[in-house]
Each structure stands twice: as structure tokens, then as C-alpha cells.
């Protein structure tokens, strides 16, 4: 069974095949795809999704070496996202899919990210969550605790009342006057500071919810102090600085999991979302994982930004399921679960 | 110009009911202020007021949130922190959101200064003394 993923909700266009399971491309929209064009298709350059579509998805299906007659479903991301940038996706794959005489399926963006833990791998010793999973999505949008009961049975038991831990790290970068989006910049000065330099304030949230623009003020106020003090404080400070802001992050977001953890009794952990790329937080897992005997599973890191191929993955089990969706539907750009 | 006080996070509320009583209808309001002065608290505060039920978070990666308070009655909440160039704003379709007629909260307006409708409601929110936080408007 053959399905075409497209994801379109934010700022990356990208659209991906899966065969049973198995990911056979995954095209992002980038220059080089327009160069493929001669470069940017001028008919259609009014929006960046709308220039970017047809392109991405020719090139994941040459890249499959699958041509359009072989696919069984298109699915696509429709919610939550920016409803411009939706309603380009939505509405190619409903043009698509009625022009081919297939099934369209409906795909929640943050439901596809835990379920890109489910992408059937080549390699022998790989191996699948077990379920219940209890997985951590921590992106620059979203923090949220899900369990996951089956692969389109999930919960969401806690999430931010305020800042996504991504918007911490790269907001607090911007503090310390590193370019925008600074997280990974903070990962690498991380590795070379002192973790216990500086303490910065923890929201004492009960349950399984999260905060961060707390930690966000308290980081800020700090530093502006200390510049009072020494106006190289940063210069001087970074990497400490990095190190104390990384650990005080990832130790908010462990204390939820474990207690997650504890509460449910799920021992299957993931991450996902663009902050489970970051080394601090998989190093932390890896620890949990050998002291709690977790099964932890980390995404690779080409799953843990915005990608069609979770999309296509979700598809594929939705489409198991014959739970197709009717052509009448339109974007949410609120989306639940 | 209006000025209100917020003296402690538990009068936000009040604070809020009394900013929303100044205006009849929807309208666009940009908020300016420096990070961390509390934009997205009392931008909460307020879509409390007006009947929102959903969690209401910091749109920076989102760049908007659209929230419900009730029957015909809908809010969107900018953030345009993260916007390198206009055009980007042009590609996600902004005209469509500012002519619906709705409650559109805006952080981080100067990026877009040249594409706010005349009739947007400037307000900005400055840190005084420890604590309290002071929010003018026209």
C-alpha cells in the first residue's frame, strides 16, 4: 500500500511516499527544488506554499520511483497550523486525490509527530514502541505529555499554559544576543559551561501541565542585573550562562515525564518535536532510561523537524483503519486531538 | 491618552474588564513592549474576559492563534517576533485575518508597522517600579 504525505502547516512545504510502513522519500521545499525548475515557478509565486507544492511533491515521487497511478491515498496535514499555509496543502490533495480516484485521509500535525516513531525502519535491530507509549512533544510551538494508547488513540494529559519550551530556549538566546531561532546555538554553547553556574526560577504548576514564560522573565531580569554590574557579563558568562538556562529547561520537562511516568506506569518513553534534537535533552532520557528501566525511543533527526514523512505514516495507519475523510473538509487551524 | 495600572498579577483581571469597557466593538490592537513585559499575560487576561475557554499561549512559533468566545465571536492573537521580511506576511495571507471582523491582538507590531489599518488601536505596556506595569493607549 502506497501513500503521498503532504504537510504544509507552517513555514517548510514537504510531501513524502511510504510503502507499507516504510518511508520511501521525504522532500522538503528548498532552493535546490527550485533549481530542478529553473527556479522559482513564476505563475505560481504569489504564496511560498503555492510555489513550493507541485515541485516538492514531483520530487518525492521520482525520488520513490512511484509514479501517481500507484498510490492508494494522499494524506494530508489539516491542523493545526497557519490557515494560508493549510489551505494550500488541503486543497492539493483534495484536487489530487479526486483527480486520481483515491482515498483522502486527514492528518493532525502533532498526532503525525508521535506517530513518526511508529515509521517502520529497514535496519534489523530496530524496533517499534510498545504500547501504552507515553511520549514528550517539545517543540517551538508546542509542549505537550501524550499517551498514547494506540496509534490513533491518543491523550494529551499536560501541556504549556503559556511559552513552548522551544520559544524558552530561543527567546533567551535573543537575551543573550544569539540570532533567531537560538536553541540549537544554546545546545552547542551548552556542552562547554558549567551547568549549576546560575539557578533560574522553576513554576511550581501541579499536575501534568508546564510553564515557561517564568523562566523566560527570571533569565531576563538576571541578566539585565548583572549588566548592570559588568557590561561584559554576557561575553564573559555564555557558555555557564547556556549551560545553567539548558539544564533548568530539561530538567522542568523531566520532572513532568517521570512523574508521567510514575502516575501512568508506562515504561515506553519518546520525544519529538524540534527540541528532541537537542543532545542535553536525549542525554537526559538516556540517563532515566538505564536508572528507571524505560524503553526509550529517540527520533532521528531528520523526523524531529516539520516532515511529510509522519504525515505519509500516519496515512498508513489511518488508512488500515479505512478511516478515509470526506472532500468536503477544510483546514483547522485549531486542531485537537 | 488612556493609562491603566496593573499593580499585581492577581488585579489583571479587573485590569482587563476595565481595558475592554473603552471599546464597543472588535478591533485591532497592537501591543507594544520589551520582552518579558507581560504582552502575552495581559493579552490572556483579556481574551479571559472576553469568553475564551481555550488555553490561550504565546503564538511566536505559531505566528497566529485563533481562539472562540462564543457565537460569532472570534480572536486572533499575532505574534511577529519571528518574521524575517514582510513578504512573509504577505505569504500567509494577513489581509484576510485583519479585514474579518474579529479581536486581533498583535505582539511585536513594529515588524509590520507600514501594513497596520489606520484605525489600530496603539498600546504600550512599560515595567515601572518592581511589579507594577503600566499600559497607555489612545
Given at each position: 500500500?502506497?501513500?503521498?504525505?503532504?504537510?504544509?502547516?507552517?513555514?517548510?512545504?514537504?510531501?513524502?511516499?511510504?510503502?507499507?510502513?516504510?518511508?520511501?522519500?521525504?522532500?522538503?521545499?528548498?532552493?535546490?527544488?527550485?533549481?530542478?525548475?529553473?527556479?522559482?515557478?513564476?505563475?505560481?509565486?504569489?504564496?511560498?506554499?503555492?510555489?513550493?507544492?507541485?515541485?516538492?511533491?514531483?520530487?518525492?515521487?521520482?525520488?520513490?520511483?512511484?509514479?501517481?497511478?500507484?498510490?492508494?491515498?494522499?494524506?494530508?496535514?489539516?491542523?493545526?497550523?497557519?490557515?494560508?499555509?493549510?489551505?494550500?496543502?488541503?486543497?492539493?490533495?483534495?484536487?489530487?486525490?479526486?483527480?486520481?480516484?483515491?482515498?483522502?485521509?486527514?492528518?493532525?500535525?502533532?498526532?503525525?509527530?508521535?506517530?513518526?516513531?511508529?515509521?517502520?525502519?529497514?535496519?534489523?535491530?530496530?524496533?517499534?514502541?510498545?504500547?501504552?507509549?507515553?511520549?514528550?512533544?517539545?517543540?517551538?510551538?508546542?509542549?505537550?505529555?501524550?499517551?498514547?494508547?494506540?496509534?490513533?488513540?491518543?491523550?494529551?494529559?499536560?501541556q504549556t499554559i503559556d511559552d513552548a519550551?522551544?520559544?524558552?530556549?530561543?527567546?533567551?538566546?535573543?537575551?543573550?544576543?544569539?540570532?533567531?531561532?537560538?536553541?540549537?546555538?544554546?545546545?552547542?554553547?551548552?556542552?562547554?559551561?558549567?551547568?549549576?553556574?546560575?539557578?533560574?526560577?522553576?513554576?511550581?504548576?501541579?499536575?501534568?501541565d508546564?510553564s515557561?514564560s517564568?523562566?523566560?522573565?527570571?533569565?531576563?531580569?538576571?541578566?539585565?542585573?548583572?549588566?548592570?554590574?559588568?557590561?561584559?557579563?554576557?561575553?564573559?558568562?555564555?557558555?555557564?550562562?547556556?549551560?545553567?538556562?539548558?539544564?533548568?529547561?530539561?530538567?522542568?520537562?523531566?520532572?513532568?515525564?517521570?512523574?508521567?511516568?510514575?502516575?501512568?506506569?508506562?515504561?515506553?518513553?519518546?520525544?519529538?518535536?524540534?527540541?528532541?534534537?537537542?543532545?542535553?535533552?536525549?542525554?537526559?532520557?538516556?540517563?532515566?532510561?538505564?536508572?528507571?528501566?524505560?524503553?526509550?525511543?529517540?527520533?532521528?533527526?531528520?523526523?524531529?523537524?516539520?516532515?511529510?514523512?509522519?504525515?505519509?505514516?500516519?496515512?498508513?495507519?489511518?488508512?488500515?483503519?479505512?478511516?478515509?475523510?470526506?472532500?468536503?473538509?477544510?483546514?483547522?487551524?485549531r486542531?485537537?486531538? | 491618552?488612556?493609562?491603566?495600572?496593573?499593580?499585581?498579577?492577581?488585579?489583571i483581571n479587573?485590569?482587563a474588564?476595565?481595558?475592554?469597557?473603552?471599546?464597543?466593538?472588535?478591533?485591532?490592537?497592537?501591543f507594544?513592549?520589551?520582552?518579558?513585559?507581560g504582552k502575552t499575560t495581559f493579552i490572556q487576561a483579556v481574551c479571559k474576559v472576553l469568553g475564551v475557554v481555550d488555553p490561550v499561549s504565546s503564538p511566536t512559533?505559531s505566528?497566529v492563534n485563533e481562539y472562540s468566545c462564543?457565537?460569532?465571536?472570534k480572536v486572533y492573537h499575532f505574534d511577529?517576533?519571528?518574521?524575517?521580511?514582510?513578504?512573509?506576511?504577505?505569504?500567509?495571507?494577513?489581509?484576510?485575518?485583519?479585514?474579518?471582523?474579529?479581536y486581533?491582538f498583535?505582539e511585536?507590531?513594529?515588524?509590520?508597522?507600514?501594513?497596520?489599518?489606520?484605525?489600530?488601536?496603539?498600546?504600550?505596556?512599560?515595567?515601572?517600579?518592581?511589579?507594577?506595569?503600566?499600559?497607555?493607549?489612545?
Amino acid at each position: 500500500m502506497i501513500i503521498l504525505g503532504i504537510e504544509s502547516s507552517c513555514d517548510d512545504t514537504s510531501a513524502a511516499v511510504v510503502k507499507d510502513g516504510r518511508v520511501l522519500s521525504n522532500a522538503m521545499a528548498s532552493q535546490s527544488v527550485h533549481e530542478k525548475y529553473g527556479g522559482v515557478v513564476p505563475e505560481l509565486a504569489s504564496r511560498a506554499h503555492q510555489q513550493n507544492i507541485i515541485p516538492v511533491v514531483d520530487d518525492a515521487l521520482k525520488s520513490a520511483g512511484i509514479s501517481s497511478a500507484e498510490l492508494d491515498a494522499i494524506a494530508f496535514t489539516r491542523g493545526p497550523g497557519l490557515m494560508g499555509s493549510l489551505l494550500v496543502g488541503t486543497s492539493f490533495a483534495k484536487g489530487l486525490a479526486l483527480s486520481l480516484d483515491i482515498p483522502l485521509i486527514e492528518v493532525n500535525h502533532l498526532q503525525a509527530h508521535i506517530l513518526s516513531h511508529f515509521i517502520i525502519k529497514e535496519e534489523k535491530e530496530s524496533t517499534l514502541p510498545g504500547l501504552p507509549f507515553l511520549c514528550l512533544l517539545v517543540s517551538g510551538g508546542h509542549t505537550q505529555l501524550v499517551v498514547v494508547e494506540d496509534y490513533l488513540d491518543m491523550k494529551i494529559i499536560g501541556q504549556t499554559i503559556d511559552d513552548a519550551a522551544g520559544e524558552a530556549f530561543d527567546k533567551c538566546a535573543k537575551v543573550m544576543g544569539l540570532s533567531y531561532p537560538g536553541g540549537p546555538l544554546i545546545d552547542k554553547l551548552a556542552v562547554k559551561g558549567n551547568p549549576d553556574a546560575f539557578a533560574f526560577s522553576k513554576p511550581k504548576l501541579s499536575g501534568f501541565d508546564y510553564s515557561f514564560s517564568g523562566l523566560k522573565t527570571s533569565f531576563l531580569y538576571f541578566v539585565r542585573d548583572q549588566l548592570k554590574m559588568n557590561d561584559q557579563f554576557i561575553e564573559l558568562r555564555k557558555a555557564d550562562l547556556a549551560a545553567s538556562l539548558q539544564k533548568t529547561i530539561i530538567t522542568i520537562l523531566m520532572d513532568k515525564l517521570i512523574k508521567a511516568s510514575e502516575k501512568t506506569g508506562i515504561t515506553e518513553i519518546g520525544i519529538g518535536g524540534g527540541v528532541a534534537a537537542n543532545s542535553g535533552l536525549r542525554n537526559a532520557l538516556r540517563q532515566e532510561e538505564s536508572k528507571r528501566n524505560w524503553n526509550v525511543y529517540l527520533p532521528e533527526f531528520r523526523y524531529t523537524t516539520d516532515n511529510a514523512a509522519m504525515i505519509a505514516i500516519t496515512g498508513y495507519y489511518k488508512y488500515l483503519k479505512k478511516n478515509f475523510t470526506n472532500h468536503s473538509v477544510i483546514p483547522d487551524a485549531r486542531m485537537k486531538f | 491618552m488612556k493609562i491603566l495600572e496593573i499593580h499585581s498579577l492577581d488585579k489583571i483581571n479587573e485590569v482587563a474588564e476595565v481595558f475592554l469597557k473603552s471599546f464597543r466593538e472588535p478591533c485591532i490592537f497592537a501591543f507594544y513592549g520589551s520582552m518579558g513585559v507581560g504582552k502575552t499575560t495581559f493579552i490572556q487576561a483579556v481574551c479571559k474576559v472576553l469568553g475564551v475557554v481555550d488555553p490561550v499561549s504565546s503564538p511566536t512559533f505559531s505566528i497566529v492563534n485563533e481562539y472562540s468566545c462564543g457565537t460569532d465571536c472570534k480572536v486572533y492573537h499575532f505574534d511577529f517576533y519571528r518574521i524575517n521580511s514582510i513578504t512573509e506576511v504577505f505569504d500567509f495571507g494577513y489581509e484576510e485575518y485583519f479585514s474579518e471582523n474579529a479581536y486581533i491582538f498583535i505582539e511585536w507590531p513594529e515588524l509590520i508597522e507600514d501594513l497596520l489599518p489606520p484605525e489600530t488601536v496603539k498600546l504600550s505596556i512599560t515595567l515601572k517600579d518592581e511589579g507594577l506595569r503600566q499600559i497607555s493607549f489612545e
